[in-house]
Nanobody
Framework: QVQLAESGGGLVQPGNSLRLSCAAS????????IGWFRQAPGKEREGVAC????????YYADSVKGRFTISRDNVKNTVYLQMNSLKPEDTAVYYC???????????????WGQGTQVTVSS
């Protein structure tokens, strides 16, 4: 069964960091672009970052550039999202998904995980 599972979310204070993980099962993650998306209450799902198969190309939403870093370990079949300098507006459920193309648009992605909650609050 093709599945992605997110982990690493939690409650943090503004300015702190979290690292999210996206682990694949049932397929080899190294053949796909992997993206991170987030959805806050009452808002549409938005693209946060994606990384191509080799890891040589990454794309970020303007709102997270310079603060978030996406990376992948194809041996461990896992993609990571390092989130630094977190802000309250980063609060959302974070999802990962796979895509055949490195375009950070949700309709190109599939095999969505269940999500992990990130809450940034003092």
């Amino acid at each position: 069964q093709v599945q992605l599972a997110e982990s690493g979310g939690g409650l943090v204070q503004p300015g702190n960091s979290l690292r999210l993980s996206c682990a694949a099962s049932g397929f080899t993650l190294g053949y796909d672009t992997i993206g991170w998306f987030r959805q806050a209450p009452g808002k549409e799902r938005e693209g946060v970052a994606c990384i191509n198969t080799s890891g040589g190309r990454t794309y970020y939403a303007d709102s997270v550039k310079g603060r978030f870093t996406i990376s992948r370990d194809n041996v461990k079949n896992t993609v990571y999202l390092q989130m630094n300098s977190l802000k309250p507006e980063d609060t959302a459920v974070y999802y990962c998904a796979r895509s055949p193309v490195p375009i950070l648009v949700a309709r190109f992605f599939s095999a969505w995980g269940q999500g992990t909650q990130v809450t940034v609050s003092s």
